[in-house]
Every structure is written in structure tokens, then in C-alpha cells.
């Protein structure tokens, strides 16, 4: 710090020594210096109290940034733990979603296969419904045609039996003939006798199936040739003589008891 000027420090240095009894003592003769100390005592307690309030402020500011800061961290922390836990249960709905749409798309596709394989029956179904239809009605008609013709036939063949019993009776007297129930409808066992001079009484038959129009020998007694007996059916199915016939099957079982 400068020293002050002081005018009476010149004066008194330049000034001739007085004498020695009235001399001062050289600590009076020192001059007086003034440094100011109090003026620096109090201008650093003042600099001393704007520091302290300085740092205190400092200080105080820097725990507020740092609670700050902290608070800042820990609200940074949630957030981040809520927006996991948030995206966490975002992911989840996702994968129900997308498993939800996944079965949805199995459960329609399924649904459509069913709906295709229900159709296809759907129409098989009317197809063969037509068909049967179409058979039942043709079924129908046969029978129908069939009934006819049985009737017709039963007439015709009424008609025949009426014209053909006085016949028939002289048949069976001349051929030794009797006529049996085969044991089957439809069918007749024609027996003869008299037909070995060795045995009168040994007897031949033959069965025939009059179901159908065209009648047939299903069996005989003694065996005879195939043949014969398919020529004389023939010959009654064309010509409905029943007496021709019955002799020519006496004659094939006469033949084949030789």
C-alpha cells in the first residue's frame, strides 16, 4: 500500500539538531506513518464476508443442482421404467394380438374347409339324390311294366289252363303222368311212370320254373342229355304247346333209362 505524503516529514528532516536538552528522543523524531490497517482490516473482513457469502452461495447452488440432478436421474429412471414396463405390456398385447389373429385365421380357414367339404357333400348328395330318383322312377316304371305283363300273362295263361285242362288230363292219362308241387313257388315236378318194360313202376320227373316267360328244367331224375332237353324248352317256349313238350321229356328219360 503507498505511504502517505506528509510535509512535516520534510521539514523536520532538513531541520538543523537542536541542542541536547531540549532534543527529542529519536522515537520521537521518528516520523509517523500511517499504513491504514484498519482500512485493510475492515476492506478484507468485508472481501471476507462477500466470499463466504460467495462460496456459501456456491455451495448452496451446487447442492441444488446436484438434487436437482438426482431428482432429474431418478424422474429420468422412472420414466424409463415405466415406458419399459409400458412397452413390456405393449409387447405382450402385441403377441396376444398377433396369436389371437394367427388362431382367428386357422379357426376361418378351418371354418372354410368345413363350408367346402359340407358343400361338396352338399352336392354329392343331390347328385346321388337325383339318381336314386332317377332309378326309383326307372325301378318303378320296370315294375309297373313288369306288373303288366305278369297280369297279362296270368290272364293268358288262365285262359290257357281253362282251353288246356281237358287236354292236360289226357296227357297225363297217356304219357302215365302226374303232376306235384316242386316245393318251390313257381315251380312244377312232372313224374312218369311206365317208363322201363324191365319196371313198371320205377319213375322218372323232371322239375320246371315257370317264374319267368321263358320257362326252364332245372333238374331231372333219371340224368338226361343236356342238349334234348334245351331243344324241346326251346321248342315250348316258342311254340307254348305243352303237350309236345311233355312227351319229348318222357321220350329223353324212356332214352335214358336203357
Known sequence: MATLFEPSLTSSIIRPPL????????????????????????RMSRFTDRFDNFIAKGRKRVLEERNQFHINVAELHEDQRLKKLALETLTHQTSTHTNTLRKEAAELSDLHASIATLT???NNFSHHRTTLLSSIAATQSQISQRLAGQSQHASALDAQSRLNMPELEFWTDYLCMRIEGAGVEDRLKFVFSHLDERDWEREGWFELDTARRDYAVVGTR??????????????LNESRDLGIFLKGMRELLVEAMK
Open 120 to 122: 361338396t357333400q352338399r
Open 222 to 235: 333219371p340224368k338226361v342229355e343236356a342238349e334234348g332237353v334245351e331243344g324241346w324248352v326251346e321248342r
Open 19 to 42: 541542542s541536547s536538552a531540549s532534543a527529542p528522543s529519536m522515537a520521537d523524531t521518528l516520523p509517523t506513518i500511517n499504513f491504514g490497517f484498519d482500512d485493510l482490516r475492515e
